[in-house]
């Protein structure tokens, strides 16, 4: 019984092992109608589907400045591609449009916010590498220092992700 139940872990993890992939990389873009250059990381977990091209991701962002001059910026953003229809596949991947929805929380010295995204963009899908350009409309909320409407109102990056 108990060889029964070591085989039938090991075949439990085997399957799981494969159904599902993470992704993992960066993104470098504007941040703001005042251009702050930014960079951050990716962690995208996704479940792959009988497709092997397309995955039904979660992308996940923490979010720095890069700028000299600038003040420190922190930012962490999640976002779910709702769709991502296949605009033409090739050999070996596909084009994607993708659109999705998304929050994101925002902070650096004597400021805080919060946004709701809406990711829409490119997406070069390769076996195992993942190349994207986006543009990110968002209404964001400022709690610090006063309560009130956010001024970035659309955010925009280039990005590539390594899937494992």
């Known amino acids: 019984m108990k060889k029964i139940i070591i085989f039938a872990s090991v075949l439990f993890f085997i399957a799981a092992v494969n159904a599902f992939s993470f992704g993992l990389g960066l993104r470098a873009g504007v941040i703001g109608p005042d251009p702050i250059f930014g960079g951050g990381i990716l962690i ?9 091209h397309y995955r039904t991701p979660l992308h996940l962002a923490a979010s720095f ?3 000299t001059g600038a003040a420190f910026y922190l930012g962490v953003s999640a976002d779910y591609w709702i769709i991502s229809p296949e605009l033409t596949g090739f050999a070996r991947g596909a084009l994607r449009f993708f659109f999705g929805a998304g929050g994101s929380i925002s902070a650096a010295p004597k400021y805080f916010g919060m ?7 490119l997406d070069f899908d390769f076996e195992i590498i993942d190349l994207f350009i986006e543009a990110v409309p968002q209404i964001g909320f400022d709690f610090v220092p ?17 899937w494992f």
């Not at 946004?115 to 963009?121: F, N």
């Not at 006063?146 to 390594?162: P, Q, T, V, Y």
């Open 115 to 121: 946004a709701i995204r809406v990711p829409l963009g």
């Open 44 to 52: 995208s977990p996704a479940a792959e589907s009988a497709d092997a």
């Open 146 to 162: 006063k309560l009130a409407f956010g001024s970035d109102w659309i955010n925009g990056s280039i990005g590539l992700r390594f």
């Open 65 to 67: 400045s890069m700028s």
